[in-house]
């Protein structure tokens, strides 16, 4: 299964939920690569690979392999992370390939994740590819959606996060009808979520209506709380599991890795700890 982790919106959490979520569906006992598709770099960042690995081991290498020659076997892109997946980096090199990728007469240009991820049998290597995608709608966006099977969008429980998902509707809507017909929702997934917060529940009461079970069911029942946690978690180079196996916010990620393990009908061989 390949997911597109994605929202236009900056700041959603897409690298947080990438990260953790990987650990969780790890720990559970799943297969996980996942693969940088950020120029920013954060997931390789918080992985200790930084902004400079060298671009013929990184995902420029699946999207632009006549670049590389004979680079030696194509396995060298996948690196190992302390929080138990596999990773197909991305580094500051990948945006000069989304130049490329932008440039007329470049050939299939929208299919070079697809085909990458072919080329490295992901299918039968891993149960869950989780693809962190850029903010916006960029070249590199739309190999992520030719590419995956399914879209997990996480959003800030706030008006104008909420506002944003109409557009980003609107573009799966497109993908799925002319480009990747068996594209899909994952799910829709609150994240830094307070609570305690009149706006949160209002918000979320919202999205119940857009997106809930009597409207598609692509709303997750779990929400990923606010906690300092995370942000400590990112500074050791590990998944919050990891660093705080018993905290609340823990438990969220099992709980979201469950969930979409059922969707996926990937829970029998899901073991989450509970």
């Not at 194509?74 to 580094?91: D, F, I, K, N, Q």
């Not at 500051?92 to 932008?102: D, Q, V, Y």
């Not at 697809?114 to 739309?142: H, I």
């Not at 980003?168 to 899909?184: A, I």
């Given at each position: 299964m390949i997911v597109a982790v994605l929202n236009r919106k900056g700041g959603a959490g897409k690298t947080s939920l990438t990260k953790d979520l990987g650990f969780a569906f790890a720990d559970g006992g799943l297969r996980v690569l996942q693969v940088g598709l950020d120029p920013q770099s954060s997931l390789e960042v918080l992985a200790g690979l930084?902004?400079?690995?060298?671009?013929?081991?990184?995902?420029?290498?699946?999207?632009?392999?006549?670049?590389?020659?004979?680079?030696?076997?194509?396995?060298?892109?996948?690196?190992?992370?302390?929080?138990?997946?596999?990773?197909?980096?991305?580094?500051?090199?990948?945006?000069?390939?989304?130049?490329?990728?932008?440039?007329?007469?470049?050939?299939?240009?929208?299919?070079?994740?697809?085909?990458?991820?072919?080329?490295?049998?992901?299918?039968?290597?891993?149960?869950?590819?989780?693809?962190?995608?850029?903010?916006?709608?960029?070249?590199?966006?739309?190999?992520?959606?030719?590419?995956?099977?399914?879209?997990?969008?996480?959003?800030?429980?706030?008006?104008?996060?909420?506002?944003?998902?109409?557009?980003?509707?609107?573009?799966?809507?497109?993908?799925?009808?002319?480009?990747?017909?068996?594209?899909?929702?994952?799910?829709?997934?609150?994240?830094?979520?307070?609570?305690?917060?009149?706006?949160a529940r209002e918000i979320r009461a919202q999205l119940e209506q857009l997106f809930g079970a009597d409207a598609g069911g692509a709303l997750c029942r779990t929400t990923i709380r606010h906690s300092t946690k995370v942000r400590d978690a990112h500074a050791a180079g590990l998944a919050v599991g990891q660093l705080e196996p018993a905290h609340p916010v823990s438990g969220d990620y099992r709980e979201l890795a469950q969930e979409l393990a059922e969707r996926a009908a990937l829970d029998a061989r899901l073991g989450v700890a509970t």
């Open positions: 930084g902004f400079d690995t060298p671009p013929d081991r990184t995902v420029s290498r699946l999207l632009m392999p006549e670049e590389f020659g004979d680079a030696g076997p194509l396995e060298r892109v996948v690196h190992e992370t302390e929080w138990g997946t596999s990773l197909v980096p991305a580094s500051k090199a990948l945006a000069t390939a989304e130049r490329a990728l932008g440039e007329a007469g470049r050939g299939g240009s929208a299919q070079r994740l697809r085909r990458g991820l072919q080329r490295l049998s992901t299918a039968e290597r891993f149960d869950v590819v989780l693809v962190d995608c850029p903010p916006g709608m960029t070249p590199l966006t739309m190999n992520a959606l030719i590419a995956a099977e399914s879209v997990l969008v996480p959003t800030q429980l706030d008006f104008l996060s909420v506002a944003g998902l109409a557009v980003l509707t609107e573009t799966v809507e497109e993908v799925r009808e002319y480009d990747n017909p068996k594209l899909g929702y994952l799910g829709i997934v609150g994240t830094q979520v307070d609570e305690r917060t009149r706006h």
